[in-house]
């Protein structure tokens, strides 16, 4: 035991005394796994990175609120099955709510007709284009994420009697109103005016696709009086008591649905029930091919920095074929031997990684502060895993010529010129 | 073939060699390097090994220092039998019985002095600071106390021997077997060396050296002539 301590602590002397009388040559061998682990761990923050940004991308939608559309999200092959379905019109969203009031023990909160289009919104001479604008009822702050930074939603009554008032997202509101607040401004949607007298709190952009943050949400009355669209159907947003027991919820809801649609038993539905896991089914494995395929191809990168520090253990062994035979003769075993090589070409793959990682996780600062939006983060489990991946290449890449070094016969390495 | 004549007490048998015969293939070609030696080496002998190119010196030494084992034939190690040894258990042998010196030094370049001497005491699982002590009195001895942290290149080759030969010492070997020990220097230089061996010796080494120069092997007690693998004469000088 203690013979492998003081050959160990020896070996990695003698490793770190190598590395530095061959410095350039070290370099060059750790710069294969310094570009290896630069690209796995580049590639591990991306992946990571896009999944934090999908999991807060989903909890904007609300992960306790059910979707009732006329399609499903996800693709549909079947379209002739769902193109003669009827539109959902805001009145289903008032029964549903009834019967939610009437059901004592609902897991179901409340339901919420939306109305949905994109627009220009005008404020002067300024505007701002491809706004998301969501017509809706006063019911709509009990679902929304969202906090205000100023203002507040509109109330059921101005809702009801389509007031001509909205609540914007915050870069709109920002676009419009540089030095003035924008609650009580007046803007103007296709001629017509709106005053504000809300604006929501940045909350960032779905998949960084969608942004909602230019947003205009009105009352869904105002939105039919002044954009018309009825016959388009709405959407219902319906939010969950508890959204541990979703499953259950979107049971009661269909059950509910079916009711309000007077469906008989053995109809199949004429709507469509969405959730957020239909983005995760339908993200999931694209998720995984992107990894997969990353790192594969990074991974590719890695064995070449392996093969790198094969080749040099090699040479290092050959080399050195002397000085094993002399260290042999005055009673290294061949673990002794074998050990001396891996710790060898362990060292240069750990520096290397080292080296690796504190160069990915300033250019993922770099990156993240050009590209504030670019979904990147750099997580203390990818270093545990680069050290874990860079030592594993030493061990690999070292272990035949280590292998081969220990088997030598200490005769011919002693003649070895 | 003379009979040994000595004016020492003969010590305990250390190598006991009887019927060694070493078979190499060399292509399709068996060649016969030793032919049936048989040896008895004591503590605190002195003794040279002679014998031209090609005589199985070579393969005798590599024998003698259990890095080889032989193909047929008895090899006994103070009582212990090598020719069945496997390769660790030779490197325990050579680590605690054997001391090498050889003829280009082999010193670690990258080491200085110290630790080329302590490397020995490493593979026998000896701690630090023990090793360091033990390591400086071995270069002591040998006169090289004020040497002991130069690399090798900043050392002679008189003092790079000696300190090979601090290295063979240092974990008090029954052996301290030297391979042209004085090849790689000039004579007087050679004369500094043989006259340590002597010190050695005169210490209660067991010394053996292999060599084709009549003029080292003068300096030893008795000296065994090597001819075709055989052993073509054994005897004392006087």
Redesign the interface.
């Known amino acids: 035991m203690?013979?492998f301590y003081?050959?160990f602590r020896?070996s990695v002397r003698i490793a770190f005394?190598?590395i530095t009388?061959h410095k350039m040559r070290s370099v060059l061998t750790a710069l294969g796994v310094i570009i290896g682990i630069v690209a796995v761990t580049l590639m591990g923050m991306a992946i990571t990175g896009m999944d934090t940004s999908f999991e807060s991308s989903l909890a904007m939608l609300g992960d306790d609120v059910i979707y009732v559309q006329k399609w499903p999200w996800g693709p549909v092959v079947d379209w002739w099955n769902y193109t003669n379905r009827p539109p959902l019109q805001p009145i289903v969203a008032t029964e549903l709510n009834k019967l939610i009031e009437a059901a004592p023990s609902t897991l179901l909160d409340v339901a919420v007709p939306v109305r949905v289009r994109s627009g220009t919104v005008k404020r002067g001479d300024n505007s701002v284009g491809g706004v998301y604008m969501a017509g809706t009822s006063g019911d709509y702050g009990r679902i929304i994420t969202a906090d205000f930074r100023e203002g507040r939603l509109f109330t059921e009554t101005e809702a009801e009697s389509a007031r001509a008032v909205c609540v914007l997202g915050c870069d709109v509101a920002d676009a419009l109103f540089t030095n003035v607040p924008a609650v009580g401004q007046t803007i103007q949607v296709r001629g017509y005016p709106f005053q504000v007298i809300g604006v929501l709190a940045r909350q960032g952009s779905f998949l960084g696709l969608f942004s909602f943050d230019t947003q205009m949400i009105l009352p869904i009355k105002a939105f039919e009086k002044d954009f018309g669209g009825k016959n388009r159907g709405a959407e219902i947003r319906v939010k969950v008591k508890d959204k541990k027991r979703l499953e259950e919820a979107k049971e009661e809801l269909i059950g509910l649905m079916r009711r309000v649609r007077g469906q008989l038993p053995g109809e199949s539905d004429n709507f469509s029930i969405n959730g957020e896991e239909a983005f995760k089914q339908q993200l999931d494995p694209v998720k995984k091919g992107i990894a997969i395929a990353g790192l594969f191809v990074t991974g590719l990168a890695l064995f070449v920095g392996a093969i790198g520090i094969m080749n040099i253990t090699f040479v290092s062994v050959k080399e050195r074929t002397?000085?094993i035979?002399?260290?042999?003769?005055?009673?290294?075993?061949?673990?002794?031997i074998l050990l001396q090589f891996l710790i060898e070409s362990i060292s240069v793959s750990v520096i290397g990684g080292i080296v690796g990682i504190i160069l990915s996780s300033s250019l993922c600062l770099l990156i993240g502060h050009i590209f504030p939006k670019l979904p990147i983060s750099f997580s203390p489990v990818l270093v545990v895993v680069s050290l874990l991946v860079s030592a594993g290449t030493g061990i690999v890449a070292g272990f035949a010529p280590a292998w081969g070094a220990s088997r030598l016969d200490?005769?011919v390495a002693?003649r070895y010129e | 073939m003379s009979t040994l004549r000595t004016t020492r007490p003969i010590g305990p048998l250390v190598i006991d060699i009887d019927g060694v015969v070493k078979l190499y293939q060399m292509g399709t070609e068996t060649i016969h390097a030793l032919r049936g030696i048989s040896l008895k080496i004591h503590r605190n002998e002195y003794l040279a090994i002679m014998g031209p190119s090609g005589s199985g010196k070579s393969t005798l030494m590599?024998m003698l220092?259990c890095?080889?084992t032989p193909t047929a034939g008895r090899y006994e190690f103070n009582g212990k039998n090598v020719a069945a040894m496997v390769?660790?258990e030779l490197?325990?042998i050579?680590?605690?019985e054997i001391g090498?010196v050889?003829q280009t030094f082999?010193l670690?370049p990258?080491?200085d002095a110290l630790r080329n001497v302590e490397?020995?005491l490493?593979?026998?699982?000896?701690?630090?600071a023990q090793r360091r002590e033990r390591a400086q009195q071995v270069l002591e001895e040998v006169g090289l106390g004020n040497r002991m942290h130069h690399k090798p290149n900043e050392l002679s080759g008189g003092q790079r021997q000696r300190v090979a030969i601090a290295?063979a010492l240092v974990?008090k070997p029954s052996i301290i077997l030297a391979d042209e020990p004085t090849g790689n220097l000039d004579s007087q230089t050679g004369i500094e060396i043989m006259a340590l061996f002597e010190e050695l010796y005169k210490l209660g080494n067991t010394i053996i050296v292999v060599t084709h120069e009549e003029d080292i092997a003068r300096h030893a007690r008795r000296v065994v002539r090597l001819r075709d693998g055989l052993i073509e004469s054994d005897g004392s000088v006087s």
């Open positions: 203690n013979t003081y050959e020896e005394a190598q009388a002397k000085e035979g002399t260290r042999k003769a005055l009673g290294a075993k061949r673990r002794t200490p005769v002693l | 590599n220092g890095l080889d390769d660790d490197a325990d050579r680590n605690r090498f050889f082999n670690l990258r080491s490397l020995p490493i593979y026998a699982g000896i701690p630090s290295r974990n």
